[in-house]
């Protein structure tokens, strides 16, 4: 099994940018996907779920009104689209899958992906 994102850079503040996370290895399609992040010197935090059942997800508080997750079952793929950045947005982020329902706990998530680098400067 195997994630692997891409999509990341460096961008200035108020920019955009989209993620895409594609998983191998396995049919994830009944399986809630998430987006994490990790910034320099601070814990790893949740920034976006997706169900797999309904459209439904979630969203860590700070990224609401900006970023907008979204999956393709047919493509064993997850993305995220990040508008309106902020510099608090640099971090590395991680995709996941394995969860049997969108949460924001990492430990219900079986699979991750090595990360993506993300920066915004100011």
């Known amino acids: 099994v195997q994630l692997v994102e891409s999509g990341g850079g460096l961008v200035q503040a108020g920019g955009s940018l989209r993620l895409s996370c594609a998983a191998s290895?396995?049919?994830?399609?009944?399986?809630?996907m998430g987006w994490f992040r990790q910034a320099p010197g601070k814990e790893r935090e949740f920034v976006a779920t997706?169900?797999?059942?309904?459209?439904?997800?979630d969203y860590t508080e700070s990224v609401k009104g900006r970023f907008t997750i979204s999956r393709d079952n047919a493509k064993n793929s997850v993305y995220v689209q990040m508008n309106s950045l902020k510099p608090e947005d640099t971090a590395i982020y991680y995709c996941?899958?394995?969860?049997?329902?969108?949460?924001?706990?990492?430990?219900?998530?079986?699979?991750w992906g090595q990360g993506t680098q993300v920066t915004v400067s100011s």
């Open positions: 290895g396995r049919d994830f399609s009944r399986y809630a």
């Open positions: 996941a899958t394995g969860a049997v329902v969108m949460t924001s706990r990492e430990s219900e998530y079986d699979y």
């Open positions: 997706v169900d797999w059942r309904t459209p439904s997800t």
